[in-house]
């Protein structure tokens, strides 16, 4: 990280993780931690394992058919680059793996750069949208876990988000058509970005793809709530948690990793899913051995996946970090 704005984005990550950790694990004993741990039941196992895997497969298909009118992508290359970026992200600081994963992408299908990063942006203001109406749900069938003010904030949010999204996609073109950006023809390569990043958007300019990539983003994020949903089986919460619960604690665990984080979000996703759960009542210990067993099952596979898919590709993690692989 040479660049002084890098260094410091790293260091505010490093404080905020570090200060999370602490008010994560100082007031839970070492010996209470591993007793909760210590009542999993391994017969839970497959299916912890699996729903990571449920998940990329989802957004390999989904990010295919955002990919459409950019390049031909088949779900199983999409399938290795989403993991690609997740790993990237699991183990740099700037939480470069969007970048990474945009850059190999685009060679790997001979594709503009700009276009493929355009595509991942899409893809997270559906994610956004999606996890925002779904906490919005959860909080419906659950209305006294939630203020309603929370509710309405989350609804706003996700409906910018999809009117956003929606602008873009049906009138980018014409956007494009503007004077001010007409002007933009002069310049062949500013005139091909400003194209690019329209290209992004235009498979959602198909109804049916359009409902296939909402249907995918539903169903990732229902998905990731199964995990914490089964992971709190495992670990036989008493009194049992319950599927809103469950959404409610992927929602939070979402929130807290957006802030500055560790690579991997160490620390914020601990405290922010130990909060929410000691306010449904579990113990502190419970709360905190649940997060991290949760997200030792989700980091480990995700870095481990998107490590060998990423090497397999002929790319390394010190050449992304010189800047070698950078567009």
């Not at 210590?38 to 990919?67: K, N, T, Y």
């Not at 994020?221 to 604690?249: H, R």
């Not at 579990?282 to 490590?307: E, N, Q």
Request: some cysteine; hydrophobic content about 55%; aromatic content about 10%.
């Amino acid at each position: 990280m040479k660049n002084p704005r890098e260094k410091l984005s790293a260091a505010i990550a490093l404080l905020v993780g570090a200060v999370l950790c602490y008010f994560a694990f100082r007031d839970v004993p070492f010996g209470e931690l591993a007793a909760a741990a210590a009542g999993f039941r391994l017969a839970w196992l497959p299916f912890l394992l699996s729903m990571p895997l449920l998940d990329l497969v989802i957004r390999g298909a989904r990010w295919a058919l955002l990919l459409r009118p950019v390049a031909p992508a088949g779900v199983w290359k999409c399938f290795q680059l989403e993991a690609v970026g997740m790993a990237v992200n699991n183990i740099l600081f700037l939480r470069v793996g969007e970048l990474a994963r945009g850059v190999v992408a685009g060679r790997e299908f001979g594709a503009p750069t700009i276009a493929v990063l355009s595509s991942i942006v899409v893809e997270r203001m559906c994610d956004m949208a999606a996890l925002l109406t779904l906490f919005v749900a959860g909080t419906l069938v659950a209305p006294d876990l939630v203020d309603w003010r929370v509710r309405a904030w989350a609804l706003a949010a996700a409906a910018g988000l999809l009117g956003g999204l929606a602008a873009v996609t049906l009138f980018g073109d014409a956007i494009l058509r503007w004077p001010v950006l007409r002007g933009l023809e002069r310049h062949p390569r500013l005139w091909r970005l400003a194209s690019d990043l329209v290209a992004g958007t235009r498979a959602l300019r198909s109804w049916r793809t359009a409902g296939l990539v909402a249907a995918a983003s539903y169903g990732l994020w229902l998905v990731d709530a199964g995990l914490f949903l089964v992971m709190a089986y495992a670990m036989g919460f008493e009194p049992s948690m319950t599927f809103p619960q469950a959404l409610l604690t992927l929602a939070s665990a979402a929130a807290g990793t957006a802030l500055p984080a560790l690579p991997g979000a160490f620390g914020n996703f601990e405290a922010a899913v130990k909060l929410l759960l000691m306010h449904f009542g579990y113990s502190k210990a419970l709360a905190l051995s649940y997060a991290t067993l949760i997200h030792l099952t989700s980091y480990s596979i995700m870095t481990a996946l998107g490590l060998l898919f990423f090497y397999s590709l002929g790319h390394t993690l010190s050449s992304f970090r010189k800047g070698n692989d950078r567009p």
